[in-house]
C-alpha cells in the first residue's frame, strides 16, 4: 500500500525533559522521524519542552513549540495549524501518556486528528498489566503469576497467596518506577505503599519474582500488510531482577539456542498482531529459564519506540524509528529502500557479523549515601555501546568509553583483591558488578560460586576467564621478546595498547611503536545491516583488528568532530545537540566531516548526521588512529564537553590542529592561577583563592582567605566533587575526599560570597570581536550549582549598571583568553560588584537554551568562527524578541528515595524544560520565585 495521500501534516509528541529512564534515545527517535516524514512532503509540527536537544531544533521541524507536555498545549496548536494525525510513539511514555489523556478528553475527535504509529487501545492494554495478562492468556503465552492491587489490603492478599520473593511494579510508569524485588515480607509494607503512590491510577502489579532467568529483548516493525520483521535480538548479561536499563545488554543474543529464538521470535509477533491492528515498532521482553529446557515466559510489550529501539538501530544499522514513521503514514516495508545499502528492501531481518555490548553509566557519586544496588528501578543516567568482531573485543571498548578512569576491563592495576567484598558486590549488584567478576574470577573464586551470587550466564564467565589467561601470557613477556602473535591477539581482544603495557611493565607510547613495527594496525568495518552480502553506501565504521580494510580516505578537506560520550549528570543531550550543529556547519563550509562518538542514544551518532561516522570510545588511542587514517585539516573540540576537551593537551602535543580556541586558552581557563593573573592584569574583580594539593595546604590557606569557602577541583565539569565547607574539619575531610578519588589533583580553594546573585553570560568571539548571545540571572543565590538552578533570560533585576559591567568583562575576557567559538563566563553580584567565578571557552550547557529562546542558530555560527570561515561581524544577529524564558532544572529524585533532596555546589538535575512568560507577574515565575527562595531560605 503506498502512502496515504490524506495525511499533509502530522504532529509529534516529545518526551519532555531528560528524566531517568527516559533520555535522549527518544529525541533520537523523534529527530528520525520527522526528518523522515518530511522527506515525504509532509508537514511536520513538533511538540516538546526540552531545549537541550536537537529534536526541537528548527532543523529537526517545519514547526516547533517549546511548550508544557499538556492537552492545553496541544489544543493551542491544533487551533494554530491543520493537523491531519498525531505519532505520538516517539515520546516514550509521556508522549504515549498525553496522547491517550487528549483522547479521553475527546481532543483528537473534536479537531478531526487521527493516531498513527499505534493503536489507542493497544495502549491501553499493554499499560493495564491486569488486562494485559488476560489477553496474553487468552492467546497461550505464558507469564509469570501475577496480580493487581488497586489498595493496600488486595496488595497484601496477593502476597500471602504467591508468596516471596515477589516484583512489585507501579503501573503507568517509566524507568522502573516504583519497582523493587521483596525478599523480606517486613519490606512489603513500604514499598506496596510507594507504588501506589507513584502509579498515577494508584495500581501496582505483583508478580512472582523469576530470579536468575535470562532477559531478553526483541524489536519488531509491522506493516499495514501484517508482515513483521525482527530488528534485533538483545541479551542482558544481568540476568532477571536488574532493570534492562541498567543491565550490561549484547546483541545478537549470545547464549540461546536456535530453537528457542524460533519459539520467542514467533511468540513476540502473536503478542504485537494480538495488542492491535496498527503500523509501527514495538519491543517485547522475555524471560527464559536458565537450564535445558529454556523456557519462555512474557515480561512485557511496548507498542513503540523504546528505550532498546535507538541501541538496535545503532546496532544493526537498520534506523528503526525512521521506518517506523514511514510505516505510519501507509508504506509497507517492501515498498521501503534499506537505508543503509539503498538497493535492498527495507522487509529484511538485518544479519550481523560482530558484536555490540551496551554498559550502562551511572552517576552514584551525586548521591551520597543512596542505595547503589541495583534492582528493578532503573538508575543509570546514560550508556555507551562498543562495537567488535567478538564479544571480548566489543566489552572492552565499551569499557574504555565509560570514562571512569579503567582503561578497559582488567590489566590497568585497579583490581579488588578483598575476598569478602567482591563477594558481597557479586551479591548485591552495583555500578562495578562487571569489574568484580573479573577480580573473583581472577582471584580464583570458583564459577559455581560466582554462578550462585549472579545468575550471570557460564558462557560470559568463560569470556572473561580467557581475558584474564591471555593477560597472564602476556606478562610473561617484556617488550622486546613479546611475539607478534600474542601482540596480535590481545589487539584482536580490545584490549589498549595502556593495558597492554601495564602487563608488559613499559609504556604506552613504547606498546604503540612496537606495535607498528609489526604492522599491526587498527582497520575499518562498515556496519551494513547484512553481513556484507550486499554493498553498503553509508559510511558508519567500527574498529577491529584484521586485514582488509573497508573505510576509504577521500581527497576532501575534512574535519573531525569530538563528540560527547556517554550521559551524565553535568554533561548531558546539550553537548550532543552543539556536536551536530557543528557538523553541520562544517558541512556547509565545504568540508567532509567525520564524528567519533560511543554513545547509541543521540542524533550525532546517527548514521546520516556526518559524512563519517566512527562508532569508537572517545579515547586517545582509537581517535589518534582515526586521525592518522582519515588526515583531516583538523579537530573540533569545544563542543564536546569535558570528554572532548580532556585530549586537547594530546592534540597539541602530537601536532594535530585544533580548530577554534587554543590548548594554551583552553588550559589557561582551567587553570585557577593562571587565570586569576589574567584577571588581575586586567583589574577585573574575583573572589579571594588559592590552588592546594593537601589538606595541610588547604588548611593552612583557610587561615588567609577566611571561611565559608568554596572547594572544589580542577578540570571537571557539573561541579563534581565542589563543595562549602564552613570549617577547618568540614575542609580536611572534604579536601581528603577529593584527592582519594582523585589523586595529585588540583584543589580550588575560593572565598564563597554568601548572599551574592549569580549570573552567566554567553558570547561568540572570533579572538578580536565578541557578540554576547545572551545573559541569564538565576533565581536561586550564589552557591547552587547554575544546573541546579532555575535561570531567566534576559536578567529580571539586574540594574544597567551591572549589565554594562558584565557585557565589558565578558569582551575583555574572551578577547584576553584568544577565544575563537564559545565562552561561557559566570559571574556573582554582591553590592553592585560584578566578579568573575569562572569562564569555559567551549560549548556551554546553556547555549542550546539561549538559542532555543532567541531562535538563532549561535552554534552554527560559532563552528563556522571556529572553522576560520567567518567572523563575528559577519553575521546579521537577530535574535526573536521575547518577554522572558525560564529554565527549569528537573531531577530524577523518584530513583534516590533516600537521599537528601538538598541542592548545593554540585549539580544533581538529570534535565532541564523551558517555559515563556510575557512579564515577571506571571503567575508561574512568581511561584517558583518565592518557592525556590522560600526552600533555601529553609
Partial sequence: MPKNESIKSILILGSGPIVIGQACEFDYSGSQAAKSLREEGIEVTLINSNPATIMTDKVVADNVYLKPLEPESIIEILEKHDIDAVLPTMGGQTGLNLCIKCEEMGIWDQYNVKTVGVDINAIEITENREAFRDLMNEIGIPMAPQEA???????????????????????????????????????????????????????????????????????????????????????????????????????????????????????????????????GGCNVQFAVSPDDKEDIIAIEINPRVSRSSALASKATGYPIAKIAAKLAIGYNLDELNNQITKTTSAYFEPTLDYVIVKIPRWNFNKFPGTNRELGLQMKAVGEVMGIGRSFQEALQKACQSLEINRNGLGADGRELTDQDKILDSLEHPSWNRLFHIYDAIKLGIPFKTIIEKTKIDLWFLRQIEDLIKLEDRIEKHHLDDFPKELMFEAKQKGYADRQIAHLLRCLESEVYAKREEMGINRVYKLVDTCAAEFEAQTPYYYSTFEYENESEVSDKKKV???????????????????????????????????????????????????????????????????????????????????????????????????FGTSFEALDIAEDRGRFSNVLKENNIPYPKFGVVESAEQAIELSNELGFPLLVRPSYVLGGQKMKIVINKEELEHHVVDILRDMPNNQILLDHFLGGAIEAEADAICDGKDVYIIGVMQHIEPAGIHSGDSYAVLPPYNLGDFVMQQIEDITKKIAVELKTVGLINIQFAIKDDKVYVIEANPRASRTVPFIAKAYDEPYVNYAAKVMLGEKKVKDFKFSPKKIGYAIKIPVFSYEKFPDVKKELGPEMKSTGEAIRFIDSLKDPYFMKIYSERNMHLSK
Fill in 560 to 658: 573531525v568532530v569530538l563528540g560527547s560520550g556517554p550521559n551524565r549528570i553535568g554533561q548531558g543531550i546539550e553537548f550532543d545537540y552543539s556536536c551536530v550543529h557543528g557538523v553541520l556547519a562544517a558541512k556547509e563550509c565545504g568540508y567532509e566531516t567525520i564524528m567519533i562518538n560511543c554513545n547509541p542514544e543521540t542524533v550525532s551518532t546517527d548514521f546520516d548526521t556526518a559524512d563519517k561516522l566512527y562508532f569508537e570510545p572517545v579515547f586517545w588511542e582509537h581517535i589518534y588512529d582515526i586521525i592518522k587514517h582519515e588526515k583531516p585539516e583538523g579537530v573540533i573540540v569545544q563542543l564536546g564537553g569535558q570528554t572532548a576537551l580532556k585530549l586537547a593537551e594530546k592534540l597539541e602535543r602530537y601536532g594535530i590542529k585544533i
Fill in 149 to 279: 492491587a488497586k489498595s493496600f489490603l488486595k496488595g497484601k492478599e496477593i502476597a500471602q497467596e504467591f508468596g516471596f520473593p515477589l516484583c512489585v511494579r507501579a503501573s503507568y510508569t517509566l524507568g522502573g518506577a516504583g519497582a523493587s524485588i521483596v525478599h523480606d515480607p517486613k519490606e512489603f509494607d513500604t514499598l506496596l505503599e510507594r507504588g501506589l503512590q507513584l502509579s498515577p491510577i494508584h495500581e501496582v502489579m505483583i508478580d512472582k519474582a523469576l530470579l536468575g532467568w535470562k532477559e531478553y529483548e526483541l524489536e519488531l516493525l509491522r506493516d499495514n500488510n501484517d508482515n513483521v520483521v525482527i530488528i534485533c535480538s538483545i541479551e542482558n548479561f544481568d540476568p532477571m531482577g536488574i532493570h534492562t536499563g541498567d543491565s550490561i545488554t549484547v546483541a545478537p543474543a549470545m547464549t540461546l539456542s536456535d530453537t528457542t529464538f524460533q519459539r520467542m521470535r514467533d511468540m513476540a509477533i502473536h503478542m504485537m498482531r494480538s495488542i492491535g491492528n496498527f503500523a
